[in-house]
């Protein structure tokens, strides 16, 4: 096995003089320092990574999937689904929050703010305007619980009655400071450069734990959202494997990185307090600013795109 890995190590072909020779010749190099080569340098390993968002007919298991009961699907994973204790045993990377639950449940589904965007507007952006997902109910809220609050710290579109699912990010990669303190450093930033290759991997375990918060006036005091998926509890939730989301992706475009996802199927409900004391842990702990804003919602993915429903297990 390892002399069949040595075979595609970078350098393993070895190239004579000769050969760089009759290559800076046949690209009309001598004189002309500034041509860009037409043809690979000899010896270079071809790169096995298509760098492009695939077509989702040609990806592996997106997220987001529907978790609602008799949900569908598809596609059977090739990677193994981390567990819980595997998740924490990575550090936590990034924290960042949807506009509504990209998921969807039982407990969540209300569709009418997404529907009203993607009438409006292309459901794929890249621009400042975040596609809702699905909310949480509010028939039941009071006129008292929907008193709007004016937050501080957090900015954008976060107000009083709206759903948010939070993305607590956990990667082998690190982040992209130095963590000093080897695989137990918390050491959080802005994006996803920490979880993607902060260390240097090219090849980074990535378990996504997500949950699903209504903001309501009078709701529960949580005082360290920052780590709520371990403060507040997640006994109703599943892990399955899937990609990353976001707005720049839909049911045409995919992504192309494959991940662990772990989501509470629960909505809670906190304080607005309790949700502006997250972005203030994230800006006074961290020094993160753009994640202080909630991120655009993808489009829930086709059945086709996700894995069968014997892959989304209870979390273990």
Not at 10 to 38: I, R
Not at 88 to 98: A, D, G, Q, Y
Request: with cysteine; hydrophobic share 35%; net charge negative.
């Amino acid at each position: 096995m390892l002399r069949l890995f040595s075979l595609f190590v970078v350098g393993a072909d070895a190239v004579t003089c000769g050969e760089v020779k009759d290559f800076y010749k046949s690209e009309q190099c001598c004189g002309s320092p500034t041509t860009v080569l037409s043809n690979p340098v000899p010896g270079t390993p071809t790169c096995p990574y298509n760098f492009n968002k695939p077509a989702c007919n040609t990806a592996e298991p997106q997220t987001p999937r529907d978790l609602s009961t008799g949900a569908t699907g598809s596609m059977v994973p090739k990677a193994a689904t981390l567990t819980d204790a595997q998740a924490n045993f990575l550090p936590l990377v990034n924290v960042h929050f949807h506009l509504g639950a990209e998921h969807k449940s039982d407990a969540y589904n209300n569709d009418t703010d997404a529907m009203a965007y993607d009438a409006a507007s292309s459901g794929r952006r890249l621009a400042s305007n975040p596609r809702p997902g699905f909310m949480c109910p509010t028939d039941t809220l009071t006129d008292a619980q929907m008193t709007p609050y004016t937050f501080q710290h957090c900015t954008g579109d976060v107000q009083v009655g709206k759903s948010y699912e939070v993305h607590y990010v956990h990667s082998s990669a690190g982040t992209d400071n130095d963590a000093s303190d080897g695989m137990n450093a918390d050491l959080l930033a802005d994006g996803l450069g920490g979880a993607a290759n902060g260390r240097g991997l090219l090849n980074p375990m990535v378990v996504v734990q997500g949950q699903i918060y209504q903001i309501v006036n009078g709701g529960p005091t949580v005082n360290d959202l920052l780590h709520g998926w371990t403060v507040v509890g997640h006994n109703n939730s599943v892990m399955y494997s899937g990609s990353t989301t976001g707005q720049s992706h839909d049911n045409s475009v995919c992504s192309p990185y494959v991940i662990t996802w772990h989501v509470d199927k629960d909505c809670h409900q906190v304080s607005p307090e309790s949700f502006d004391n997250l972005c203030k842990q994230m800006k006074d702990l961290y020094g993160m600013s753009v994640d202080l804003a909630p991120h655009g919602s993808r489009i829930l993915v086709s059945p086709t795109y996700v894995v069968q429903s014997q892959y989304v297990v209870p979390l273990a």
